[in-house]
Nanobody, 127 residues
Framework: QVQLVESGGGSVQAGGSLTLSCAAS????????MGWFRQNPRKEREGVAA????????YYADSVKGRFTVSQDNTKKILTLQMNNLKPEDTAMYFC????????????????????WGQGTQVTVSS
C-alpha cells in the first residue's frame, strides 16, 4: 500500500504562483510513475504532469507547458508541482497519483496507469 497526501493548495490571483507537494508513505518501492491530475468544477479530470521515478522522463499537458514544473525527491519521497503564471482555468482540485509501471508519453495521462491516489488539494485562481 502507498499513501499519498497532497498539500499546498490555496487561492491566488491570476498571474500568481503556488507549489503543491505530495508526500508518499508506505510501500513506496512499488511505484514507478507519479503524476498530478486535476478535476475542474465541471467534474472533468485531466492529467497535468507526471515524472518517471528513474528520472528518464517528465510529461506535461499542453495547457500547462512552460508554466508548471514537476519534480521529485526520491529520498524524501515527495512529488512537487511548481505552478507559475496561474490562470482562472487552472482552478481545480489537484490530485497526486502513483502507479506501478514506468509512465510513457502515451500513458502518463491515463487514469488507469495509476493505482494509488491522494485526497486532493484545492487550487482557486481568481481573475
Amino acid at each position: 500500500q502507498v499513501q499519498l497526501v497532497e498539500s499546498g493548495g490555496g487561492s491566488v490571483q491570476a498571474g500568481g504562483s503556488l507549489t503543491l507537494s505530495c508526500a508518499a508513505s508506505g510501500y513506496t518501492n512499488s511505484y514507478r510513475c507519479m503524476g498530478w491530475f486535476r478535476q475542474n468544477p465541471r467534474k472533468e479530470r485531466e492529467g497535468v504532469a507526471a515524472v518517471r521515478r528513474d528520472g528518464a522522463g517528465t510529461y506535461y499537458a499542453d495547457s500547462v507547458k512552460g508554466r508548471f514544473t514537476v519534480s521529485q525527491d526520491n529520498t524524501k519521497k515527495i512529488l512537487t508541482l511548481q505552478m507559475n503564471n496561474l490562470k482562472p482555468e487552472d482552478t481545480a482540485m489537484y490530485f497526486c497519483a502513483a502507479g506501478p509501471s514506468f509512465c510513457l508519453f502515451n500513458t502518463w495521462d491515463v487514469e488507469e496507469t495509476y493505482n494509488y491516489w491522494g485526497q486532493g488539494t484545492q487550487v482557486t485562481v481568481s481573475s
